[in-house]
């Protein structure tokens, strides 16, 4: 089980734009071949020019089950709420779902390991696209 918190400032190079600031809990539980994710993080505007008030919601979740050394298969959500203060109703809000396969290229020791990662997402409210095609690419050194 891993339980961590990130803050990130983004400073915006235009004169005229506003800074960000990006903040919340990560945890992922793991038992056995299976685990969960969990990325819940906050966005709020800072600057002299803020142009949206409150806080912005992003959650992304993942369920995965380790099938063997190379590969594993999983579902993946993705929410985002804009103005947590004004949410509306689910329907105006972004809310992504869908299978996911992974893969890890064979690794050889003192050289970068690859993963790659590929789904479909299906909209679930009417604020989303109906399709989303996902494809993460992953070096690590």
Not at 22 to 27: I, T
Not at 83 to 110: I, K, M
């Amino acid at each position: 089980m891993g339980f961590a918190f990130r803050t990130l400032y983004e400073f915006a190079l235009p004169n005229d734009a506003t800074d960000e600031i990006l903040f919340g809990p990560l945890a992922k539980f793991v038992r056995g071949r299976d685990s969960a994710t969990i990325n819940t993080f906050f966005v709020g505007q800072v600057g002299y020019h803020v142009e949206i008030e409150g806080l912005e919601l992003k959650v992304n979740w993942q369920l995965k089950r380790e099938l063997n050394e190379r590969w594993s298969i999983g579902l993946e959500g993705f929410s985002e709420i804009e103005d947590l203060g004004h949410a509306g109703s689910f329907d105006e809000q972004q809310h992504r779902l869908g299978p996911v396969a992974y893969y890890e290229l064979p690794h050889t020791e003192g050289r970068p390991e690859w993963k790659a990662a590929g789904g479909v997402l299906f909209g679930l409210s009417d604020a989303t696209s109906d399709f989303t095609y996902k494809f993460d690419l992953e070096v690590e050194f």
